[in-house]
């Protein structure tokens, strides 16, 4: 190549990298511009984020205030809903309390067949039931109790109506440390249908078989309702003191005077004894199939029988009076208001006849 076609491409390059350099400066130019621009829309953009951001936020706790504030009206409205329902059971509760108060007592069919079930086993049984005088519930429900036990063979028989001074029902027998067996499972027996019943004994009414007490107890309907159903067992009894002749010596060995002073003492000891324990006498309740306790008021009144029917007998031969009979020495019963003071009593008859005809 030429010089001069040389010098033409030189200054060709030359014009190029004049171009090319503009063209370079323009690109700095502009990215600094786009730069620039690109530097302050951002932050416009973030600034627009934020302002976005906290608008999301604030609806965000805005929405979470109101579902809390429905969260609230819900749960006290369902704390309405449940006072409103406790209220309704309640009262529904009273209501049906009203109504069994009102309503009339009646053996179910199921509570008469327990019964017979249970109390056949006593057929003969002699029982006396009795209501409450003007009320006609409790006679009704007494029938019922008629109508149940005599077709298992019970000889019922239904009492004059009567006063009382409890609810519900009662067993009622003659004496409390003899309870006829068929009295207290009868006693039971209603208990376990979801019946209450009382045990009581009242000293007005007094049955002798011959030489034994007799077998009937009372059933007692009173007015609907119950009664406070007291625990019974043996208290601590206050046993008299009495001199060792008086209590054990050997009758028939002994003088005229010495017979009529043991006898005055033990019969002094026997009405001590009595008038003493009568809250243990009512407080007691054996039934005549259950063994007899140490200490009970029974035990310690069969200890006084026995003693006393010898100063009785050996008595009896010396002064050839007549023989009575009393129910605490010949019917072993405490049936009666004051058994054993009569028993007493006429160990000081005997001993004042004795003591006369010897004179």
């Known amino acids: 190549m030429t010089k001069e076609e040389l010098e033409t491409v030189l200054r060709t390059l030359d014009i190029w990298v004049i171009v090319f350099g503009i063209l370079v400066a323009i690109g700095v130019t502009g990215e600094?511009?786009?730069?620039y621009f690109h530097f302050r829309k951002s932050g416009q953009l973030q600034r627009l984020q934020a302002a976005e951001n906290l608008g999301q936020q604030g609806e965000i706790e805005r929405l979470r205030n109101q579902t809390g504030q429905v969260m609230e009206r819900a749960a006290k409205a369902e704390e309405r809903a449940a006072e409103a329902n406790k209220a309704a059971e309640e009262e529904r509760l009273a209501r049906l309390k009203i109504e069994e108060r009102l309503a009339p007592r009646r053996l179910t069919a199921e509570q008469i067949h327990f019964l017979q079930t249970k109390l056949g086993r006593f057929a003969g049984q002699p029982i006396q039931i009795s209501y409450l005088v003007g009320d006609v519930e409790s006679q009704t429900y007494a029938s019922e109790f008629a109508e149940a036990?005599?077709?298992?063979g019970w000889q019922v028989g239904m009492g004059p109506p009567n006063m009382f001074n409890f609810a519900g029902l009662a067993i009622r027998v003659q004496d409390p440390t003899?309870?006829?067996e068929a009295a207290e499972e009868m006693a039971k027996v209603i208990e376990a249908t979801?019946?209450?019943v009382q045990r009581t004994h009242t000293p007005n009414k007094v049955q002798i078989n011959g030489n034994r007490p007799s077998r009937s107890f009372d059933l007692w309907v009173s007015k609907k309702g119950g009664s406070i159903v007291v625990a019974r067992g043996p208290m601590p009894l206050q046993i008299p003191?009495?001199?060792e002749i008086a209590s054990g010596a050997g009758v028939d060995g002994m003088s005229d005077e010495e017979l009529v002073a043991a006898a005055v003492e033990f019969a002094r000891a026997m009405r001590e004894f009595e008038a003493s324990n009568q809250a243990?006498?009512?407080?007691e309740w054996r039934a005549d199939n259950q063994p007899i306790l140490p200490g009970s008021y029974r035990f310690v009144f069969e200890e006084f029988r026995v003693r006393a029917i010898q100063i009785r007998d050996e008595l009896l031969r010396r002064s050839g009076?007549?023989?009575a009979t009393t129910f605490a020495l010949d019917a072993d019963t405490l049936a009666g208001p004051s058994p054993i003071a009569d028993a007493a009593n006429y160990l000081d008859e005997l001993a004042k006849k004795l003591s006369t005809s010897r004179k």
């Open 32 to 35: 600094a511009i786009v730069g």
């Open 178 to 180: 003899e309870v006829p």
């Open 321 to 323: 009076a007549d023989r």
């Open 149 to 152: 036990l005599g077709p298992i």
């Open 194 to 196: 979801g019946i209450t």
């Open 241 to 243: 003191r009495i001199s």
């Open 280 to 283: 243990q006498l009512a407080n």
